[in-house]
């Protein structure tokens, strides 16, 4: 390994796969599992506990729609019991009325509202959910009122990349300090939805221009964050920092993971907690280790001076496209393939054009599993 293995800093917890929208988009895998597959209170809490030893500092409660766990508050109540900072995840539909007021009685410290889209149309029709987006507004109001910082989360693709304006007006309204402008990483069933959801040129073009302009209008006033989209990129990210390098996942029942799409890597196998602990996992599991630091790498990535700026961007990624988790990922310039994300856009495009095709989401669904275009 070329640099000592450190503790995790953050960990996403996905308390559950439920969850009342429907987005095309999610990168939750395409088997969603169902409530009794889920970890109990006690265990989650064990789990959390066992994190804060291990050295982690603030975790992200996710989902589906982690406000649909009756326990959540017991859940922030513990991990606010070992000074771990905590940042809910959340659609922002159906919270029942005093509840957001309870989460952060229980020492929540960051709330994190997504938006389908800046217009209520956009919102129902991408989240399949009638009235949500006012149900949203609501939630943004009261959690405003509760006293938590709030960042509203845009993820952009074709059918909202128009709206990116008004999402920054939206945000500025409800009051966020933060915004993120996060174009969809095709994973999960964003994957399967590829060519409904990939947008056009000189959208994303137009979308930078947009984003820097308001950055530069806003500083001090509201942060925008904004992840580029892979698939128009020169460089990739570095996905989750990293693989297994400061953070990790944990899925609903318990198996604990280096990222969202880790498990269409079909090489490596993961662990669960409770059979083995955290730390023992974070230190040891072969698939923590199967690509962690630079040792793994192939040329390009070997001798590449980013090596250690993007770590080699998405293994998942790598997988999809490449046929090969340890590849270049396909989004880097240096990639012997990168001229397929092009023709990859293009298809997309070809595929949009077809009315019939238009829109034509496979909504994501517990129990529907549907493979990959
Ligand atoms: Fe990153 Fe590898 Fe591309 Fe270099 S060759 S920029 S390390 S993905
Ligand atoms: Fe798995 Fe990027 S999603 S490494």
Known sequence: MSEPLLPPIGMLAELTHRCPLQCPYCSNPLELLKANRELDTQTWLDLFSQAADLGVLQVHLSGGEPTLRRDLEQLIAGLSARGVYTNLITAGVGIAE????????????????????????????IGNHKGGHEKKLETARRARAA??????????????IEEVPEFIDLAL???AERLEIANVQYAGWALTNRDQLMPERAAVDRQAEIVAAARERLTGIMNIDF??????AIYPKPCMGGWARDAFMVAPDGTVLPCHAAQTIPSLSFERFGPRSLAEIWTD???????????WMLEPCRSCERREIDW???????????????????????????????????????AAAVPSNDEQFVYRRIGVVTEPA
Do not use: W
Not at 101 to 117: K, P, T
Not at 288 to 295: S, V
Not at 331 to 350: F, G, N, T, V, Y
């Open 312 to 350: 080699g961007g998405c293994r998942c990624q790598a997988m999809a496209i490449a046929g090969d988790a340890a590849a270049t990922d396909p989004a880097c310039a240096k990639s012997p393939i990168h001229a397929r994300m092009a023709m990859l856009i293009d298809e997309a495009q070809r």
């Open 173 to 175: 309204s409800l009051g």
């Open 98 to 125: 005093g509840r957001i007021e309870a989460f952060a009685e229980a020492g929540l410290d960051h709330l994190q509202l997504s938006f389908q889209g800046a217009r209520p149309a956009t919102t129902d029709r």
């Open 227 to 232: 992840v580029t989209p892979d698939y128009f």
């Open 285 to 295: 599991s072969p698939a923590f280790n199967a690509f962690r630091g630079t040792d």
């Open 147 to 160: 006293g938590l910082p709030l960042t509203i989360n845009a993820p952009i693709h074709r059918h909202n």
